[in-house]
């Protein structure tokens, strides 16, 4: 079992500019997550969904979208990326109460 | 909503002494408390859980927590630190599977 993998590990974008982080997961989980890791902060919840064609507000969604088409996956889109969306993103997908995190996607926004 | 709030940004510890980071969190309903371990450039790996049962907790690499209900508190110790666990440290609570809050986390540093 590979866990939860991520895509890409790094990126560096130019304010304005689009992408999209696809987190997947073989664990048949359904519930995921996406968080973002700033310095002195922890980890605070974007958006997570409860099972495949739903998804839910978290903490801080402003500024981006969420997909999950398919139950394996849970991707986080940012349509006009700004500087403060620097950060290291994390997806996770949970069972019983325990999430299983990947390794993480460091972003740059200049 | 809960809260978790961790009381030490640091701990530096020398090699071989006993450590407790300190947690405590807040809420309204019945909860379920975590502690996760990141090393660097990694994402976070769980050490131990409290669902229910128990209040001593034991986890991987000799890592034990107790949750203490009255004061809203669930520690984590380890009576004799290595090297290796050098690492930030994170206290979780949570209510459901939506909503887990994270603490802000313990920078671990133990030295020769």
């Known amino acids: 079992n590979a866990g939860v993998t991520q895509t890409p590990k790094f990126r560096v974008l130019k304010t304005g500019q689009s992408m999209t982080l696809l987190c997947a997961q073989d664990?048949?989980?359904?519930?995921m997550y996406w968080y973002r890791q700033d310095p002195g902060m922890g980890l605070r919840l974007i958006h997570y969904?409860?099972?495949?064609?739903?998804?839910a507000k978290g903490e801080v969604p402003d500024g981006y979208n969420v997909s999950r088409l398919k139950k394996q996956n849970f991707l986080l889109g940012l349509e006009s990326a700004a500087p403060s969306q620097t950060s290291v993103y994390f997806c996770?997908?949970?069972?019983?109460?325990?999430?299983?995190f990947g390794p993480g996607t460091r972003l740059t926004v200049l | 909503a809960q809260s978790v709030t961790q009381l030490d940004s640091q701990v530096p510890v020398f090699e071989e002494a006993p450590v407790e980071l300190r947690c405590n969190y807040s809420s309204s309903v019945s909860v379920y408390l975590f502690w996760y371990v990141q090393y660097p450039n990694q994402g976070l790996q769980l050490l131990l859980k409290y669902l229910s049962g128990s209040t001593l907790v034991k986890g991987i690499n000799g890592f034990e927590a107790e949750f203490n209900k009255s004061q809203t508190s669930f520690h984590l110790r380890k009576p004799s630190v290595h090297i290796s666990d050098t690492a930030e440290y994170f206290c979780?609570?949570?209510?459901?599977?939506?909503?887990?809050?994270f603490g802000a986390g313990t920078r671990l540093t133990v030295k020769p």
């Open positions: 969904s409860v099972g495949e064609g739903t998804t």
């Open positions: 664990m048949n989980h359904e519930y």
């Open positions: 996770a997908s949970s069972f019983s109460n325990e999430q299983f």
């Open positions: 979780a609570v949570s209510a459901s599977n939506n909503d887990m809050r």
